[in-house]
């Protein structure tokens, strides 16, 4: 029988104020896993009411006391590894070990943030005038807007409101309609028990039809004074918009189109088993996965003889089986879309190496394409699913201009057993972040992370997700009375 699960508004659960509902569908058997409350605007207003009234006590909080919750969530979320896993997979297809690697880095986010909370803050300022002390101190904000995708539902979910929550803000959330428990609902229930009061984090689901007017209903709320969001570059760019329209900061961190650079001084084997987790790890359905596969020409024949015969031979279907790796995407839809980018590359010259062909359900084939040309939507459009496209280069200049031929700049990984080479080239990538003798995909929760280009702008992480959602003030305090011109 499927869950049921409602909005969480001021620290209860509640039905939708028209009473509607919509359905969370499991992409492999295509059956309902569970039903959730489809918000209206009253609700996101609601859930704003409540967090705006939560906000005083909550920003007022003793640091303490606010990082003795985090480090409890993080243990409570810790214990919760089954849980999640089953989950993940009823909801967006996920594998057991992309459901244990969201639990654990999820966690850490937590713990991060805990830190974040007591750690110092500001600074003393010289001043002009004699006998003054200037400060600039952090506050918070107010009501932060955050919109969790359902990819990594579990990390992402957590990165939406761990760092605003952290600073003293108080957060309404909306989750993606792909994923609304794994990515909102279930973090909520895990700071719930720590002790998070009733009002600073509320979850607003809705119907897919709904999400364009409750993002904009929520973004505008004159309460609301910044807005965190993770999706992808065409939504991200509407929601910056809106942001724009309103006056109010934004961190976007949206789509990629990642290479991964291996240098003619690269481990062969090496790069294999790092290029095929890059592209393939959650079926490919990561902003940092690999797409563009830029390999010297030196190693070229090498690495994609022993490359296609790895993927050829990657255990796909059942997510919740313990060996897939390449379960199904989010989506029937989704495997569509992919399995379209696949044809017309063939379509207009390019070859594959394995995979292909149509999916089954929400699974498509691992697959390797060469001689994609310019003209392919693929080459340009990221892929998001488990494909990638090999490409030889000559030199370092030419691998360079490969990994710059895009709008996006999220990350980029350069295979290499020279650290002083591969920095090099890596300085040239315009990317938010690269990893030198390591793929694409990487994340630390101390970390500045975030991209350049299309790829989005601000970064979490860290000191640099605290100054994100907080704003700095200027303090002074006068210890002898000035004298004034008249």
């Not at 992409?27 to 605007?41: N, Q």
């Not at 650290?419 to 890596?426: D, E, I, K, M, S």
Request: net charge negative; with cysteine; aromatic share 6%.
């Amino acid at each position: 029988m499927p869950l049921t699960r409602e909005l969480l508004i001021g620290g209860k659960d509640v039905p939708a104020a028209s009473g509607r509902t919509t359905e969370d569908i499991n992409p492999y058997t295509g059956e309902v896993y569970a039903t959730v409350a489809a918000a209206g605007p009253q609700d996101v207003t609601r859930a704003v009411d409540a967090a705006d009234a939560a906000f005083p006590e909550w920003a007022a909080l003793a640091p303490f006391a606010r990082r003795a919750i985090f480090l409890k969530a993080a243990d409570l979320l810790d214990a919760r590894g089954e849980q999640v896993a089953e989950i993940m997979a009823h909801e967006a297809g996920g594998t057991r070990p992309w459901a244990y690697f969201n639990v654990a880095l999820a966690a850490n986010i937590l713990r991060e943030a805990a830190a974040a909370i007591t750690a110092p803050r500001g600074e003393v300022l010289s001043a002009q005038e004699a006998g003054t002390l200037g400060l600039a101190v952090r506050e918070p904000l107010g009501v932060v807007a955050a919109f969790a995708p359902w990819n990594a539902p579990v990390i992402l979910g957590v990165r939406a409101v761990a760092a605003p929550l952290a600073a003293g803000n108080t957060v309404v959330v909306k989750p993606s309609e792909d994923a609304p428990i794994a990515c909102a609902l279930l973090v909520a229930d895990v700071l719930r028990e720590a002790g998070l009061p009733d009002g600073v984090l509320n979850v607003v689901t809705n119907a897919p039809q709904d999400a364009a007017e409750i993002a904009e209903v929520l973004i505008a709320d004159p309460r609301v004074r910044a807005v965190n969001f993770t999706g992808s570059t065409g939504v991200g760019r509407i929601i910056g918009t809106h942001a724009a329209t309103h006056l109010k900061p934004a961190v976007l961190e949206l789509g990629g189109k990642n290479a991964v650079i291996v240098l003619d001084d690269a481990d062969v084997d090496y790069a294999v088993d790092a290029v095929t987790f890059s592209v393939f790890m959650n079926s490919g359905q990561i902003c940092m996965s690999g797409d563009r596969i830029l390999v010297h020409e030196a190693l070229a024949e090498e690495f994609t003889r022993k490359f296609t015969a790895k993927v050829a031979s990657l255990p796909a279907g059942d997510p919740a089986h313990p060996h897939t790796v390449v379960g199904p995407l989010v989506a029937a839809s989704a495997a569509r879309r992919v399995a379209a980018l696949v044809k017309d590359a063939v379509a207009r010259g390019a070859t594959v190496l394995t995979g292909g062909g149509e999916p089954e359900g929400a699974v498509h084939p691992a697959t390797v394409l060469t001689d994609v040309p310019k003209d392919a939507d693929l080459y340009y459009a990221e892929a998001f699913g488990p494909v990638c496209v090999i490409e030889a280069f000559a030199d370092d200049d030419t691998a360079v201009a490969v990994a710059n031929d895009t709008d996006n700049g999220l990350t980029c990984g350069i295979i290499t057993e020279n650290a002083t080479h591969g920095l090099a080239v890596g300085r040239r990538v315009r990317t938010g972040i690269v990893h030198i003798n390591d793929q694409s995909v990487a994340d630390e929760p101390h970390a500045p992370f975030g991209g350049v280009k299309a790829s989005g702008y601000g970064r979490f992480g860290g000191r640099w997700g605290i100054e994100a959602f907080s704003n700095t003030r200027w303090v002074t305090i006068a210890t002898q009375q000035a004298h004034y011109p008249f």
